[in-house]
């Protein structure tokens, strides 16, 4: 039981999901319902139980390994520097004018770069 004003901590679980690419693992909050003592209906009518569920996620699998293409798996951005898988590249962030902005933004436009890169050019540049 929690004490008033408190929240009650929910524990996260790790999960081994089945993608095309491999296998994944990732954090999942799990939700709680008891399929056989609560009703849930589909959209249908239908009501779910355990074997309803089971039945759609084997789906899910088939669809995906008959159809590796239509689900490629997630890398994410690669790093700004090193190997893929040395960890996360630093994020700055800092406040500017508003004129300022929108002229990198416009230049930044016109060379065809994402700011972020102009930032990153503009700092290279100051310390070298």
């Given amino acids: 039981m929690t004490q008033p004003g408190?929240?009650?901590?929910r524990e996260s679980q790790t999960a081994v999901v089945r993608m095309p690419g491999g296998p994944v693992t990732m954090e999942v909050d799990p939700v709680e319902v008891d399929l056989e003592a609560e009703v849930v209906l589909d959209s249908q009518g239908r009501r779910i139980d355990q074997e309803y569920v089971d039945r759609l996620v084997d789906a899910a699998y088939e669809t995906?390994?008959?159809h590796p293409e239509k689900f490629p798996p997630r890398v994410g951005r690669p790093?700004?520097?090193g190997r893929a898988g040395e960890g996360r590249s630093?994020?700055?962030s800092f406040r500017a004018p508003a004129e300022l902005v929108?002229?990198?933004?416009?230049?930044a436009g016109r060379e065809g770069k994402p700011l972020s890169q102009v930032a990153r050019e503009a700092l290279?540049?100051?310390v070298s």
Avoid: M
């Fill in 6 to 9: 408190r929240r009650a901590r």
């Fill in 64 to 66: 995906i390994d008959a």
């Fill in 79 to 81: 790093p700004l520097a």
């Fill in 90 to 92: 630093p994020q700055v």
């Fill in 102 to 107: 929108a002229a990198a933004q416009e230049r």
């Fill in 124 to 126: 290279q540049a100051w």
